[in-house]
């Protein structure tokens, strides 16, 4: 048996509820998926399949309609939202899940679903509850940390020598951390940031999906300040087992301070003080463990977990129609599942 529910239904959440803590996590509850609804990336949605045993099976995802193909009816293709998500179940039976993914699968050929792309999650490490027709690649490596050793035992086992100079440098520049609600200050701090990596237009958030950050108890501002400027600024994630490093940014100009160092060690006390489990810090711009950003955050950890992404077709020749109609639009070969949506 299966249900679909939408963003503003309250049984979404209640489902989630249902399922062991360690695999509950923000980026699949209602009021995420609403977030980036307002942000214009689709319509939120949950897949809800389940038995009469108590077996359940979650998989939330962005429903968008493929336009401007001159297509012969309403098609669609279906996401994960920004972050990491995928299928969750508190069933490991095979024939359960196998029965879930075909369900779900009914469901994409009946709704004319073309293609499915899912960022899975690394902490929870799902990419493999899906099998059918599927490729799942490895992405990146990301870096995450267990705060249930103590602060102790992660300044001396975890926090690389080098990094631990670097965040005592800060504090000798003056530097402090504080709690912030200023998230106009964010904003231009981490649209500077966005700018100075070429970023795509898309991480340029809205108003919106500010505006449902600055209302929630799920997140946190930290700002670094130099006497009374802010110098780097950053948003967390705090739900159930984990803390997520989200968003981030500072002034170039004093990168020379540390500052970001101090903000994540700081983040990690705060963290574990409040009983989270795990600190997810995500991975680098690329794949490769020479990649700076990579390297910095795996300064403050030694443990690291693999991040895959999935791809599906469900209506090939449709898809192939799109990928070919993009190609011979844009004179190159596409690269992407869901290239066809690049204009």
């Known amino acids: 048996m299966y249900k679909l529910l939408n963003c503003g239904d309250e049984e979404w959440n209640r489902y ?5 803590e360690f695999i509950q996590d923000i980026y699949y509850t ?3 998926y609403k977030m980036y609804e307002l942000n214009g990336d689709g319509i939120g949605s949950l897949f809800v399949y389940y038995d009469n045993n108590g077996n359940l099976a979650l998989y939330p995802f962005m429903k968008n309609e493929v336009l401007g193909y001159n297509l012969d009816g309403r098609y669609y293709d279906i996401e994960t939202a920004y972050g990491y998500g995928g299928p969750i179940t508190n069933c490991v039976e095979e024939n359960f899940i196998k029965d879930f993914e075909k369900c779900f699968k009914d469901y994409c050929k009946k709704s004319n679903i073309v293609a499915e792309f899912i960022r899975f999650h690394p902490l929870i490490k799902n990419e493999n509850i899906f099998s059918k027709n599927i490729e799942v690649l490895h992405n990146r490596i990301t870096v995450w940390l267990d705060l249930t050793k103590g602060i102790e035992k992660i300044w001396n086992e975890d926090i690389k020598s080098k990094n631990r ?13 504080e709690e912030s609600n200023d998230f106009e200050t964010f904003k231009n701090i981490y649209g500077t940031t ?4 070429d970023a795509n237009n898309y991480y340029y958030f809205n108003d919106n999906y500010y505006d449902k950050i600055e209302k929630s108890n799920n997140y946190i501002l930290l700002n670094v300040k130099k006497e009374n400027e802010v110098i780097a600024s950053a948003i967390f994630i ?9 968003l981030a940014g500072s002034l170039k100009e004093y990168l ?8 994540l060690w700081e983040a990690i006390k705060y963290a574990q003080a409040k009983g989270y489990k795990k600190m997810h810090f995500g991975g680098g711009l690329t794949d490769n463990i020479d990649d700076n950003l990579f390297k910095f955050k795996s300064s403050f950890s030694k443990q690291y977990s693999d991040f895959y992404i999935g791809k599906r077709v469900h209506n090939k020749e449709i898809y192939n129609y799109l990928i070919s109609n993009w190609e011979e639009k844009n004179g190159k070969k596409a690269n992407m599942l869901l290239q066809y949506k690049i204009r």
């Open 238 to 246: 705090e739900y159930g087992d984990y803390f997520h490093y989200h």
């Open 30 to 32: 209602s009021e995420y």
């Open 256 to 263: 020379k301070f540390a500052p970001n160092n101090l903000l």
């Open 165 to 177: 100079n670097m965040i005592r440098k800060a504090e000798k520049n003056g530097l402090s951390v």
């Open 194 to 197: 966005m700018d100075k990596v």
């Open 16 to 20: 989630l509820n249902k399922l062991p």
